[in-house]
């Protein structure tokens, strides 16, 4: 009797707790239903809005973010206003906009599609970059308030393609690119290497190879009326078909004009070293990445503003998610 008493009480000691939390559950939903219904809508609705926009504000910093294509640079692999999403986690996302990139065990591999910080940009101030990218980020980037003086979007990212890696050495031959790698003594085509590595992505070529010598006829007859000589009849009516060239290649044409200047005045210095710096070409540093468009004559890349740094790197391309007929992963 004594055990069975026991038990009898342990069990109506279990059951008065039970009700307890049951009834102490059920007061606290009524106090917050009554609250909902005593609340401004307005004011529910706004809690609804900030809730939602701190959920995308926290994707798209740490997760992944959407950006639209702002040229033509990336065609045919992206088009003008292609809206793609971007991995942000892979590489280490920033911890604020702008500031505090995190670390990460992935470093952004050849060929990957990448998006960096233009090293172009000139900043308005911290106060105004943070700003813009939350507009940015929160409106999916339909909304972007950083325009110049003709209202046009001041290019703040760019997307482009790993091409050159640590240790690598490019150089371009009307317009192809050929890569040295690191460790290597032999110059590789990129197309060529491409195709070996079943990468079937188009490197678009807005010149035609024909157009080549009026190209350099031009340039040559600019080199010379530099040094205030005439060029040749001959000279001058070759350069003339290069006026009907829409996208030349401009690094061909600034190398031919040099070449010129230096044959007519070779003590003089500058030219030397600029010629040397288009013959050489560049190399990718330790700790850099030399990144182009796939769109070679109709890009300024990396072959302008040399290699950037990987820690300026934000994430690497996913998905192109509009317009709808173009969806498909990034390649």
């Not at 606290?28 to 706004?46: F, G, M, S, T």
């Not at 690191?182 to 190879?209: K, T």
């Not at 000589?229 to 070759?238: F, G, I, Q, R």
Request: charged share 25%.
């Amino acid at each position: 009797m004594p055990n069975t008493s026991k038990q009898a009480d342990f069990f109506d000691h279990i059951q008065l707790i039970t009700e307890k939390f049951l009834t102490k559950r059920a007061q606290i939903r009524h106090e917050k239903k009554e609250k909902r219904k005593a609340k401004n809508p307005v004011l529910d609705w706004l809690d609804a809005f900030i809730w939602a926009a701190c959920m995308v504000l926290l994707a798209n910093q740490y997760l992944v973010q959407a950006y639209r294509i702002p040229s033509g640079s990336m065609i045919d692999t992206l088009n003008i206003g292609d809206f793609v999403f971007v991995n942000k986690i892979i590489y280490g996302p920033e911890l604020l906009p702008g500031f505090f990139k995190l670390p990460s065990l992935l470093s952004p591999r050849r060929n990957d599609i990448i998006i960096f910080e233009n090293p172009s940009y000139i900043s308005r101030g911290v106060a105004f970059d943070v700003t813009q990218r939350i507009i940015y980020m929160l409106t999916l980037t339909f909304v972007d308030i950083d325009k110049d003086e003709k209202g046009e979007p001041r290019v703040h990212f760019l997307i482009k393609r790993s091409v050159g890696y640590s240790g690598d050495h490019l150089v371009m031959e009307n317009g192809n690119m050929k890569i040295r790698f690191s460790g290597e003594d032999r110059w590789v085509d990129e197309n060529e290497y491409n195709a070996a590595m079943g990468w079937n992505h188009h490197i678009s070529r807005l010149m035609p190879q024909e157009q080549y010598p009026a190209l350099n006829a031009a340039a040559k007859a600019a080199g010379w009326i530099d040094v205030k000589l005439n060029p040749s009849e001959a000279l001058y009516s070759k350069s003339q078909a290069s006026g009907e060239m829409r996208f030349p290649d401009l690094l061909t044409y600034e190398k031919t004009r040099i070449e010129t200047l230096r044959k007519a005045s070779p003590g003089e210095g500058r030219y030397a070293a600029l010629l040397a710096k288009h013959r050489l070409g560049w190399y990718v540093p330790q700790g850099r990445i030399l990144p182009l468009g796939d769109n070679r004559d109709n890009s300024r890349d990396g072959r302008y503003f040399g290699p950037v740094k990987k820690s300026k790197i934000l994430g690497k391309g996913m998905f192109i998610y509009w317009p709808y007929w173009r969806m498909g992963i990034m390649r």
